[in-house]
């Protein structure tokens, strides 16, 4: 049976990432789709691992070639989903998540109105704030960019079919999970891998 497409989107600092990992961690029904940047790798990032960091001219490339299922440019560096990565999961019957922002989620919309759409919110805007901050990754700078561009954000939450709280990482990374096992329970995906010929 072929996986299901996860879109996973939501502001800078609310745990995307935290989710992700404790996810891959614990399901191995599940695969992270390793997105390609051109933003320099933060310490302890590792090339293929976090990301695959590129050069613009070399990430120019890839838009050519049209290796992406979506990209976009995100806090002024680019970020893209490899088509043949997601191709190759889905072939194989995981679901593939994407870590995406809103921007890269519209496009996959567009293209694969059938997957699943989640956006991560925080507890509250002081949290977020916080985390954004404890997470000692960006300067003072990056960080007011960061919060600024929440609120744009959380104005497509309409375009989502799922909202989860990230107020504790457990209980938030068991409702991802609990929304990818019931989405494969759908009616409608199982009749279009088994059609009419139930028996
Ligand atoms: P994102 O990928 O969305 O930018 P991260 O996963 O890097 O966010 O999380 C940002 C910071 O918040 C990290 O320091 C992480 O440890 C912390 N964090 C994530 N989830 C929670 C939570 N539920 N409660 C407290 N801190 C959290
Ligand atoms: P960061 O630089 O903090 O790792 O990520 C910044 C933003 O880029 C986050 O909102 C993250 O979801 C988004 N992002 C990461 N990979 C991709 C991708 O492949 N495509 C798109 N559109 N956004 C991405």
Redesign the pocket.
Same mark, same amino acid.
């Given at each position: 049976m072929h996986g299901n497409l996860v879109v996973i #989107?939501g502001? #800078?600092g609310v745990g995307?990432?935290t989710i992700c990992r404790a996810l891959m961690e614990k399901y191995n029904d599940l695969a992270l #789709?390793v #997105?390609? %940047?051109t933003?320099k790798a933060r310490a302890g990032e590792t090339d293929g691992k976090? +990301?695959f960091f590129y050069s613009l001219e070399q990430f120019e490339e890839l838009i050519k070639q049209e290796a992406f299922l979506?990209?976009?440019k995100?806090?002024d560096?680019y +970020?893209? %989903?490899s088509r043949a990565y997601v191709k190759k999961v889905l072939a194989e019957g995981k679901d593939c998540i994407?870590?995406?922002?809103v921007?890269?989620?519209m496009q996959v919309k567009k293209k694969c109105p059938e997957a699943i759409f989640i956006f991560l919110v925080p507890p509250s805007k002081e949290e977020l704030a916080r985390r954004i901050t404890g997470r000692g990754t960006e300067n003072e700078a990056e960080i007011q960019k960061r919060l600024k561009m929440a609120a744009q954000e959380m104005t497509y939450l309409k375009d989502y079919q799922y909202v989860v709280v990230n107020d504790q990482v457990e209980a938030a990374t068991e409702k991802v999970r609990a929304i990818i096992l019931a989405e494969r329970c759908k009616l409608s995906r199982w009749l279009n891998c088994h059609g009419e010929d139930l028996f």
């Open positions: #989107s502001p #800078s995307k990432g #789709s #997105s390609a %940047t933003r976090e +990301y979506e990209w976009a995100v806090f560096n +970020y893209g %989903t994407l870590e995406i922002d921007q890269g989620a």
